[in-house]
């Protein structure tokens, strides 16, 4: 399976994104798919996490009530739509996605949960 994000770019504070991930196959009836992201100099970090099925979604601290996960099935595509944007949001964005569901929902934010991860897309907040 491969993953392949996109939507990144230089913007301004305040500014919106909207990121995608579009996978090659349509494999992930029972799993999840999630955005991390990764500043300079620190760790990876959990954004969001949507499971696939249902719908269900988990956001990170941050970022609750500026983004917004989504997925489009048909498409095997999953967005991070975001708005009100900070210059700490300034990072690469990676997408990663598993197969399977996992029996407790804090797992999701954990980035050794998932098999498959994109190249990352750049994400650029100017203050």
């Known amino acids: 399976v491969q993953l392949q994000a996109s939507g990144g770019g230089l913007v301004q504070a305040g500014d919106s994104l909207r990121l995608s991930c579009a996978a090659s196959?349509?494999?992930?009836?029972?799993?999840?798919m999630a955005w991390f992201r990764q500043a300079p100099g620190k760790d990876r970090e959990f954004v969001s996490a949507?499971?696939?099925?249902?719908?269900?979604?988990y956001y990170a601290d941050s970022v609750k009530g500026r983004f917004t996960i989504s997925r489009d099935k048909a498409q095997n595509t999953m967005y991070l739509q975001m708005n009100s944007l900070k210059a700490e949001d300034t990072a690469v964005y990676y997408c990663?996605?598993?197969?399977?569901?996992?029996?407790?929902?804090?797992?999701?934010?954990?980035?050794?949960?998932?098999?498959?991860w994109g190249q990352g897309t750049v994400v650029t907040v100017s203050s």
């Open positions: 196959e349509r494999t992930f009836s029972s799993g999840a």
């Open positions: 949507i499971r696939w099925s249902a719908g269900s979604t």
């Open positions: 990663a996605a598993r197969l399977s569901a996992l029996a407790g929902s804090w797992y999701y934010s954990e980035p050794q949960r998932y098999t498959y």
